[in-house]
């Protein structure tokens, strides 16, 4: 799902936008779902591709929403990024060539990975409306 940007800039929050498309990171501890532990997963907010469930979701204390793992390796790329004098791997949302946010190796087992992700870039869909919204098959993920 390719949109134009002047598209993207309709659809998305001016947050949402400069994360996404200009590689932008939102303020620590102030955003959306760092602290936020409901059951369910969180999809990219471009294309609606899943991309992390919140059973592999942890308190890393950074401030940002932390993970472990994807959902689906296949739906995220990652890329080295030296931007700010730093050596750090991107994560970017295959479908929609969004910047999501960053992977570390400071996680816990068993991957020890930390999934380090921007909320404005990620919308969050309850296990609850995971059948309405079109994500049923996802259902699995809280038996």
């Known amino acids: 799902m390719t ?15 400069e994360v996404t498309q200009n ?10 779902y760092w602290d936020h532990f409901e059951e369910g997963i969180y999809v990219d907010v471009i294309s609606g591709k899943p991309l992390f469930s919140s ?6 204390g950074c401030g940002w929403p932390s993970f472990t793992k994807p959902i689906d390796d296949g739906e995220i790329i990652e890329k080295m990024d030296t931007s700010h ?8 949302g295959k479908t929609s060539d969004a910047h999501l946010g ?9 991957t020890g990975l930390r999934y380090c992700m921007n909320s ?8 609850k409306d995971l059948e309405k919204e079109g ?8 038996d």
């Open 55 to 60: 059973k592999d979701k942890y308190d890393a």
């Open 85 to 92: 004098h730093m050596i750090r791997t991107e994560v970017r």
């Open 120 to 127: 404005a870039a990620l919308r969050f869909i309850p296990k």
């Open 102 to 110: 960053h992977v570390f190796p400071d996680g816990p087992g068993p």
């Open 23 to 32: 590689n932008g990171t939102e303020p620590p501890y102030q955003n959306e």
């Open 135 to 142: 994500y049923g098959q996802y259902k699995k993920l809280f």
């Open 3 to 17: 949109s134009s940007k002047d598209e993207l800039k309709k659809k998305l929050s001016p947050l949402a936008y």
